[in-house]
Nanobody, 117 residues
Framework: QVQLVESGGGLVQAGGSLRLSCAAS????????MGWYRQAPGKQRELVAN???????NYADSVKGRFTISRDNAKNTVYLQMNSLKPEDTAIYFCNLAVPLRHLEFWGQGTLVTVSS
């Protein structure tokens, strides 16, 4: 099993920045994808960004140029630096770890990000 613990959410004004962190513990397979999803009220959960253990990244169009995902494999931690935040970024942000070769997927409990206008 894998446990994911997120931190770093909060309230920020539009144009501000936040950094989310997600630490994974447990049985971590070396080849995995870590990422962030978000779910706004009344909307479906959507991918924000993810990063493969070897480094390639993927971003939603809505956050390209504003958010940066990174990871520290030695610490099994993934980060999401969010700049130029907009009210529409308000959502619960969930950390995700997937091991495609083993058809495994794990979720964190979520952290709330609120961007005021």
């Amino acid at each position: 099993q894998v446990q994911l613990v997120e931190s770093g959410g909060g309230l920020v004004q539009a144009g501000g920045s936040l950094r989310l962190s997600c630490a994974a513990s447990g049985t971590i397979f070396s080849i995995n994808v870590m990422g962030w999803y978000r779910q706004a009220p009344g909307k479906q959960r959507e991918l924000v960004a993810n990063i493969i253990s070897g480094g390639p990244t993927n971003y939603a169009d809505s956050v390209k140029g504003r958010f940066t995902i990174s990871r520290d494999n030695a610490k099994n931690t993934v980060y999401l630096q969010m700049n130029s935040l907009k009210p529409e970024d308000t959502a619960i942000y969930f950390c995700n770890l997937a091991v495609p070769l083993r058809h495994l997927e794990f979720w964190g409990q979520g952290t709330l990000v609120t961007v005021s206008s």
